[in-house]
């Protein structure tokens, strides 16, 4: 059974980095047709897509984010992790990651991590 | 304010069917397939549906996912007190180059 677990720090402050890594077992990171992703819902909005990568490092980002986002991948670690610069209490959301599938048709999100809680606020 | 438009809540008593719908347009459900996502707050949500109406091994055939155009739907039948949670739809967005998804629809099993 896959699993995908979120951690890093619950709470940034305006201006900060955030930081979050997810740790995958059940399943190699390493292998092909899947995509590694980040995920978020802020308060009273709907899921956003933030971005995500492949094994290989290749990374794709959400155009609304990409100035300020960087996912990096660790097959060693069976890892990936989520760096999200000069945030603001608008990026205050619940952060998921989560397994994407280009095996099944349309990519859908085929194993999810329970979200983090990350809070900007000083 | 979700790229994909789906109904706040829905609701039925035990035993009844539902509906839930997803409403988007030609750049992502109109033109590639949409997932159904059930999700209990506080715990990773769970791929329902794919490619508009496939299940996943070990999902009940209560699940069922059609699309249309550019709007998508998914029923449940025989209702049970345990479907009660949010479900979300998302699709691959064209222009996005990414996935978009709707705000979730909360059921309540009456």
Known sequence: QVQLQESGAGLAKPSQTLSLTCTVSGDPINVGGYYWSWIRRCPGKGLEWIGYTYFTGSAYYNPSLRSRVAISIDTSKNQFSLSLSS??????????????????TGYPFDYWGQGALVTVSS | QSVLTQPPSASGTPGQRV???CSGSSANTGSNSVSWYQHFPGTAPKLLIYDNDQRPSGVPARFFGSRSGTSASLAISGLQSDDEADYLCAAWDDSLRGPVFGGGTRLTVL
């Not at chain 1, 945030?87 to 099944?104: E, F, K, N």
């Open chain 2, 19 to 21: 509906t839930i719908s």
């Open chain 1, 87 to 104: 945030v603001t209490a608008a990026d205050t959301a619940i952060y998921y990651c989560a397994r994407g599938s280009d095996i099944l």
